[in-house]
């Protein structure tokens, strides 16, 4: 079985940006560079003959490249059950078409129907019962966040394996946008 989810890589000096925002709140689990993405669909424990299928179904996703900006914090969860801090994603229709062929993909491929709503977003740290105003505080001091424009020429199929240290990702297979 492998854990795996489709995503966007951020480039390198867009994550470098971000690294500025990942401080000063207390027990947070930072993301590295290299963890830093955007989640297209999340598929979970599949086995490896769904997974090849899966990589059959995404390789034939071809849309054009496009133009992303991240813009914005905000968080998951409720008071001390806040479980994550977020770098938010600018509205954009490529991706959202992008993330529905995704899903169109895994669906074709064996797996159930995600049922959340698609809210694109970069997972900078990951929370263990926060003190929630400690939180806010910092969303209102990071709400300005806003990277420049990056152009999105490839999305990834990525294995997902838990560390002691957290979760590491690996891109599996890479596929190129038009």
Avoid at 59 to 87: C, K, R, Y
Avoid at 92 to 104: D, G, N, Q, Y
Wanted: overall charge negative.
């Amino acid at each position: 079985m492998l854990r795996l989810f489709a995503a966007i890589g951020i480039p390198w000096d867009i994550a470098q940006g971000l690294k500025s925002h990942q401080q000063d709140l207390p027990g947070a689990g930072w993301r590295t560079e290299e963890q830093l993405h955007i989640t297209l669909r999340f598929c979970g424990e599949v086995r490896e003959d769904v997974a090849d299928d899966l990589d059959a179904e995404l390789s034939a996703i071809a849309p054009p490249a496009f133009d992303l900006e991240l813009t914005g914090v905000g968080h998951f969860g409720d008071g001390q059950d806040i479980h994550a801090i977020w770098a938010g994603v600018a509205e954009s229709e490529p991706l959202r078409a992008l993330a529905k062929r995704c899903e169109a993909a895994a669906r074709r491929a064996g797996l159930a129907a995600e049922t959340r709503v698609y809210h694109p977003h970069v997972t900078l740290a990951y929370l263990n019962r926060p003190d929630p105003g400690r939180v806010i505080a910092w969303e209102q001091a990071h709400n300005l966040l806003h990277s420049p424009p990056f152009r999105v020429t490839r999305f990834g199929l990525y294995s997902s394996h838990r560390t002691r240290d957290g979760s590491a990702y690996r891109l599996e297979r890479d596929y190129r946008l038009e």
